[in-house]
């Protein structure tokens, strides 16, 4: 699905990330883990072409995201609230992602549906605005719009940050339930050990913008990050 070659960002004479060579497969749920400021996001806005390498490459499907608009079609992400639209009930902001993927307006409406649970009561027919929202509450509309689209790639930063604890394990239930049933792609930074080594089959742990370890998921995994990060 994705293939990342000699991928490097520098900032101010710092090199954030350099990452030589990665590939993700078809189906595989991936943990992104590192420390504050190992890379993450930054590597993020470069899959998705937010932001421009200064070397490499990220091809999506043998393509260059840089260089074509087709991996749009089947690639969804949420990374933080710039993603949403601060003026819009969460009721517009759904019908106008859903309007961009043409679907109807009783489409977005049935759609919704499913996330009745997710959303806990708490997003829809509130009478108010996004940026009126909590953080937590934020991210529940920007994971449901960005699901909308039914994608084969899904990116998320940071998901459980500033969620329930219900919420977080409905997420977990979300997530596992569409790599079941849709195969999907998912890449996913977390700083919870726990979720991502119970969602995710294969962690990539990056320090210094560099992967230090990179290791399929299994019953060992979560103590062996703990003491990774206790070191
Ligand atoms: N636009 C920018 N200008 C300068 N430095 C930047 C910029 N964006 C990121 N950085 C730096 O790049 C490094 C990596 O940041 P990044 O946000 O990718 O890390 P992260 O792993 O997502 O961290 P966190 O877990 O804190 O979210 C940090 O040192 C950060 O300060």
């Known amino acids: 699905m994705l293939e990342i070659r000699n991928l490097q960002k520098h900032y101010g004479g710092r090199t954030v990330v350099n990452i030589p060579d990665l590939t993700i497969r078809d189906g595989e749920t991936i943990g992104l883990v590192g420390n504050n400021g190992a890379g993450k996001t930054t590597l993020f806005r470069m899959l998705l072409d937010l932001i421009r390498p200064d070397a490499g490459e990220v091809l999506s499907k043998n393509e260059n995201v840089a260089s074509t ?8 992400s949420y990374l933080d609230e710039g993603f949403l639209i601060d ?3 969460p009721e517009e902001y759904f019908m106008f992602i859903g309007s961009l ?3 109807s307006a009783a489409h977005v409406a049935d759609y919704l549906k499913q996330y009745e649970e997710f959303f806990n009561g708490e997003i829809l027919n509130r009478g108010k605005y ?6 937590g509450n934020q991210n529940k509309v920007g994971i449901a719009a960005a699901l909308m689209q039914k994608p084969e790639l899904l990116i998320l930063d940071e998901p459980f940050a500033n969620l329930d604890p219900t919420t977080q394990i409905r997420l977990k239930t979300l997530i596992k339930s ?3 049933t849709h195969r999907l792609t998912t890449l996913i930074s ?3 050990l ?3 080594t119970d969602v995710c089959d ?3 742990l990056l320090e210094k913008g560099v992967v230090i370890k990179d290791f399929k998921t299994d019953e060992n995994t979560l103590k062996e990050l703990e003491a990774y990060f206790s070191e």
């Open 194 to 196: 726990n979720h991502v």
């Open 69 to 76: 608009d087709k991996w749009k079609d089947y690639t969804a």
């Open 87 to 89: 003026y819009l009930t």
């Open 178 to 180: 569409l790599k079941a």
């Open 190 to 192: 977390s700083h919870d």
């Open 101 to 103: 993927h043409n679907l």
């Open 130 to 135: 996004i940026r009126d929202f909590s953080k």
């Open 202 to 204: 294969r962690i990539i």
